[in-house]
Structures are given as structure tokens and as C-alpha cells.
């Protein structure tokens, strides 16, 4: 009994709670990122945004949480009714999985695992599988129109997003995250890999599908996109992944160019705070630029960018490979 | 020892009843859903073998980029399920005999090891020590030993895309296309005239 419990129950119990401690701040974060998203947008159009629900329009994620909760769910005739419940599913299960690797300060990680990187860019490649079966199952035009797209679309950056990898990989000589984040004590890498930085930035706002690439929605020509059929808490989960994804996708950049749970400079006061509190900051950080760049910029035509993806950013991605892999080679600083 | 045993008996289970499904679902994308679940077991059967680079790398090429296009063009085809369905009988010997052959190959080269166990050194690269990283000795090996093959490979895949460019590429007459540079480069002097335009009388 006692060897079932130290063996088997306690590490299972154990497991599950380090599992609750990730999920339910990131729940409160994607509920809270809404709610900026509203108030920053607003704040860019000289309006109000959200004020009445609570103390500065706090409570207004709950409440719209609570509306969504309480509304019917319309299953379409002509869907296929398993595809649609399941879409919608798989999209926020894929939203959370990935944070299983994330390193949340030094020691601070679920699944300390050696592929940590190839596991987030796997993850982050089935984000494409929501949306597309999502598009097929509604039976719509219009749904299956945005389906496409996403796919297309996704499949291309995540091209570039896997070049810009090896770069950072090259400088680290690991794939596994928390040695990702420790390579950058002595300079954080979006000051030597920059411009590869900026494709990473563009090439995670292509692979969330977010304004200025977010034609998978396309309101303007596909009245909602993939998700137009969805309602209730269906869409809630579609929601609830895309906000969870994007986030995910911060913290991304964060490990891999912002140096993780690193403070800027290793002096007092800065290490005095703790390394989560300098990784959620660093997050809302790139989640600003996230808004700021859907307030500022008109979306793309489709052919644009693909044009971008295809012949921009892969080739420019290419060069910086082999650029970074020559000078690491002939400076002789190649991670031992 | 047990979980392990469990975690494998359950990804074997749901790998085979998936591929199972692939070949008799009626509907072409489940087949392609189902597709995709058996990737993903079969990745966690690589992982419960301490090979998580392949099982990440089997995720990331086959159903991050492989199924997705599959299933792409799986969506788009008008397809008649009766007509499907009703080949059945006329294709299952041809079917039939090239799984045999597969299955009698397979089983021809597993056998090869235990009649001749020298053959395994002979195929196999030696084992890496276990403090090694598996993607670390994936890459020692084959950019070393294995290097011409590797890049042979590479150059097969290389000349199948260029052949699949040129297979599906076709000039198509009176396509507008967007020159950027061209559009970037424009002054506003080439473009715009000024005139002056007298009143009713027209330009």
C-alpha cells in the first residue's frame, strides 16, 4: 500500500497539481489579455473601452464568459457533428499542452524534456488541425473558405518559424528550453540575431492567425472565417485557444530572444526579482506589441502574403542561417 | 515498469484500431483524421523508446506539413462514397498481394538478424554511450559516417520537388501579376499629370 502510494498515487497527485498551478493562472491571463486587448485598442482609438463591469470594466472577461456559457449551442444541419464538437476541442487542448515545457524561471518546469523546442514547434504546427477541421465539418462556404486559407497560410510560416529556430539553436547548441534561456546570461539574442527576431515576430502573428494576417477570419469578405458556424462555448473554445495560443507564442519569443526568466542586467535590484515575475513581463511585453500591431496595421491581401512567406522571409530566413552558422564556425564560437 | 508496459499497450492499441480505421472509414477525411491519431501514437511509441527526436520530428514533418496538404486536397475532392465503397471487391487482390509482399519482406529482414547476428553490425552504426543525447547522436552519425548518403538523400528529395514544380507548373496568358519593386519604385512624377482643365470644355 505504502510503496502503490510513494510509487504510483503521490507522483500522479503530484503531477496534477503542477498541471492546475500552469493551467488556471494561464485561464486568468487569457481572460485578462480580452480585456486589455479591449482597453488598448480602445486607448489607441481615443475611446473608453470596457468601464461598467466592475471597478475599470474588470469583471467584463467573466461576464462575457458567463454570457457565452449560458447561450445554446447550434449544431448546423448539414455538419458533421463530431469534426465540429471535436475542432473546437482540439484547438484549446492544443492551446494549454504546449505549456508543459515552457521554463518558467530556473528549475521551474513541468517537463524538463531534451526536444523542448522541436516539442513547441510540433505543437504549435497542429494548431492548423482546429481550424481546418473546424472549416470542413461547418459545410459552409465561408467557414470552409477561411479553413483553407489558415492551413495554406500557417503552413507557410511555419517554414520560416523553423529556420529562424535552427538560428537560435545554432547560438545555443541545445534544444532543450531551459538551456535555450541560460545560453543568453551574457547577451540576450535579439541584439546579435535582430532581424531574425523580426521575422519570428511577423511569422508568430502569421501562425496565430492575428490582424494583419488574420484572413482566416476575414470578416470583411468571409463574415468570420472558420468560426462562423460556432456558437456558445463551442466558440468560447476556439476563443479561449486562439488567446492561449498567442500567448504561447510570446512566451515563445520571449525564450528564445528576450532571455526567458532573466532580468536585463544581473545586478541589484533587478535579481532581487524573482525569474516568473521577469517572464510574465517580458510576455506582456511582446502581447502589447501583439495589440499594437492590430490597431496600427490594414490587413494583407491573401496573395501578399504569401508572397511574404514564400519569398521574403524563407530565402532572408535561409541567408541568416548559413550566415550565422559561418561566423559561429569561423570565430571558433561554437556552443561545445 | 508497469506504466511503461500500460503506456505501451495503449499507444499500440490505438495505433493499430486507428490504422485499421484509415483503410474502413467510409468518409475520406476521417480517414485522414485517423491518419493523423495513428502518427501520433506511433510517436509515443518512439518516445517510450528513449527516441524523442524521431517522434518530434515524425509530428513536426508528417503531421504538421504531410497531413495537413493531404487533407487538403482530401477536403476538395467531390467524392461519390458508394462509388468508393463499391471497388472494394475488384481491388482487394491487388491490394491484398502487395501488403502480403510487404508483410513477407518485413519479416524476411527481421529474420535475417536472428539467423545471422553478425548482419546487424554490419547494417547498424555502433550503439552512441548513454549519456548522449539521441539528437546529438543522430547528428554525429549521419554528417559523419553517413554523411554521402544523407546528402544523396537530400538531393533526391531536391530533384522530386523541382519535378513536381515543373510537372504542375503552366504559363497561363493574360495573368496580371503585382511587380512590388516595380509598384515601390514609381514617382509621383511619371504618374500623375497635372492639367489644367477648362470649365465645360473637357480634357
Known amino acids: 500500500m505504502v510503496e502503490f502510494w510513494n510509487g504510483y498515487a503521490w507522483p500522479t497527485i503530484w503531477i496534477v497539481i503542477q498541471i492546475v498551478a500552469i493551467i488556471v493562472p494561464l485561464l486568468v491571463a487569457v481572460a485578462y489579455l480580452t480585456y486589455a486587448e479591449r482597453k488598448v485598442l480602445a486607448a489607441m482609438q481615443l475611446r473608453q473601452g470596457p468601464n461598467l463591469v466592475g471597478p475599470f470594466g474588470l469583471l467584463q472577461p467573466f461576464a462575457d464568459g458567463l454570457k457565452l456559457f449560458a447561450k445554446e449551442t447550434v449544431i448546423p444541419s448539414g455538419a458533421n457533428r463530431v469534426v465540429f464538437v471535436a475542432a473546437p476541442m482540439m484547438t484549446f487542448f492544443l492551446g494549454l499542452v504546449a505549456w508543459a515545457v515552457i521554463p518558467f524561471g530556473e528549475g521551474i518546469v513541468l517537463a524538463n524534456i531534451n526536444v523542448g523546442v522541436l516539442y513547441l514547434f510540433a505543437i504549435s504546427s497542429l494548431g492548423v488541425y482546429g481550424i481546418i477541421m473546424a472549416g470542413w465539418a461547418s459545410n459552409s462556404k465561408y467557414a470552409f473558405l477561411g479553413g483553407l486559407r489558415s492551413a495554406a497560410q500557417m503552413v507557410s510560416y511555419e517554414v520560416s518559424i523553423g529556420l529562424v529556430i535552427i538560428t537560435v539553436l545554432l547560438c545555443v547548441g541545445s534544444l532543450n528550453l531551459t538551456d535555450v534561456v541560460l545560453a543568453q546570461r551574457t547577451v540576450w539574442f535579439f541584439i546579435p540575431l535582430f532581424p531574425m527576431f523580426v521575422v519570428f515576430f511577423i511569422s508568430a502573428l502569421a501562425e496565430t492567425n492575428r490582424a494583419p494576417f488574420d484572413l482566416p477570419e476575414g470578416e470583411s469578405e468571409l463574415v468570420g472565417g472558420y468560426n462562423v458556424e460556432y456558437s456558445s462555448m463551442t466558440f468560447a473554445l476556439f476563443f479561449l485557444g486562439e488567446y492561449a495560443n498567442m500567448i504561447l507564442m510570446s512566451a515563445m519569443t520571449v525564450i528564445l530572444f528576450l532571455g526567458g526568466w532573466l532580468p536585463p542586467l544581473d545586478v541589484p535590484p533587478l535579481n532581487w526579482i524573482p525569474g516568473p515575475i521577469w517572464f510574465a513581463l517580458k510576455i506582456a511585453l511582446v502581447l502589447f506589441f501583439f495589440l499594437w500591431v492590430r490597431a496600427t496595421v490594414p490587413r494583407y491581401r491573401y496573395d501578399q502574403l504569401m508572397r511574404l512567406g514564400w519569398k521574403v522571409f524563407l530565402p532572408f530566413s535561409l541567408v541568416w542561417v548559413l550566415l550565422t552558422a559561418g561566423v559561429l564556425i569561423a570565430f571558433d564560437w561554437l556552443p561545445k | ?203
Open chain 2, 1 to 203: 515498469m508497469i506504466v511503461q508496459g500500460l503506456a505501451f499497450y495503449m499507444f499500440a492499441a490505438i495505433l493499430v484500431a486507428s490504422a485499421v480505421m484509415v483503410i474502413s472509414a467510409r468518409n475520406p477525411v476521417h480517414s485522414v483524421l485517423f491518419l493523423i491519431l495513428s502518427f501520433f501514437n506511433a510517436a509515443g511509441l518512439f518516445i517510450l523508446i528513449g527516441a524523442e527526436f524521431v517522434a518530434m520530428i515524425l509530428v513536426i514533418v508528417y503531421v504538421g506539413a504531410v497531413a495537413v496538404l493531404f487533407l487538403f486536397v482530401v477536403m476538395m475532392l467531390d467524392i461519390d462514397f458508394r462509388a468508393l465503397r463499391s471497388g472494394l471487391l475488384r481491388y482487394l487482390p491487388i491490394g491484398g498481394t502487395v501488403g502480403l509482399i510487404l508483410l513477407v519482406e518485413l519479416a524476411v529482414v527481421l529474420g535475417a538478424w536472428a539467423v545471422a547476428p553478425e548482419a546487424t553490425t554490419g547494417v547498424a552504426a555502433p550503439l552512441p554511450p548513454p549519456e548522449i543525447t539521441n539528437t546529438r547522436a543522430i547528428g554525429q552519425l549521419i554528417y559523419t559516417q553517413y554523411v554521402y548518403l544523407f546528402q544523396a538523400s537530400g538531393l533526391i528529395l531536391f530533384i522530386a520537388m523541382i519535378g513536381a514544380i515543373v510537372l504542375t507548373l503552366r504559363e497561363r496568358e493574360g495573368v496580371r501579376r503585382q511587380n512590388i519593386t516595380r509598384q515601390v519604385s514609381r514617382r509621383r512624377e511619371e504618374v500623375v499629370a497635372v492639367r489644367k482643365v477648362p470649365t465645360r470644355g473637357g480634357v
